[in-house]
């Protein structure tokens, strides 16, 4: 299994492509605005991607979305407390920073709840409900890799401060769910650098201070 990540749009936002290069299968997480690079990579691997997996929708996580998956015809997958959020700009933050064009997508194939296991690449990917950054923020879990979006960086973590946010909420999601998985688990968050949850433990102040 591959893991490539492409830092996109003008907040550099992390979309991540997983991919079985042998079996020309991948998947794509929170593909972000001005995703020509995502794109242009799995054309030249000609793979078929099975999902688009997103672990939360604001406009840079999703600001890329259409054009994916019109090009790819890949379902995508939200916890159902955003479906709507990908269809409203007020939501998804789009209508409020200056700049941007209001992002309006279509529907999810398909909503989470947070308690999932999805076959996929042909691995067994748990979807765990992270909120607090945003109400229906989710991680995605298989093989020691935690794909955490926007909840947990290195040495730090996701705003609350926007629609949606709570910070006891999110340290509840930090401190009961990611920090219940072992130290070597590699946690590939929705911007900056990739971490473990070993040193997150020891050294994220937000993590040493609960």
Sequence with gaps: MEIEKFELGPVMTNAYLVYDETKGTGVVIDPGMNPDPLIDRISDLKLKIEAILLTHAHLDHIGGLEEVRTRFKAPVYIHELEQSWLSEPKLNGSAFFPGFTPIV???????????????LLDEQIQVLHTPGHTPGSVTFYWDGLAFSGDALFQNSIGRTDLPGGDYDILMKSIRNTLMEMPDETRVLSGHGPETTIGQERVHNPFVTGM
């Design 105 to 119: 997508c279509k529907p999810a194939e398909n909503t989470l709840t947070g308690t999932e296991t999805l076959s």
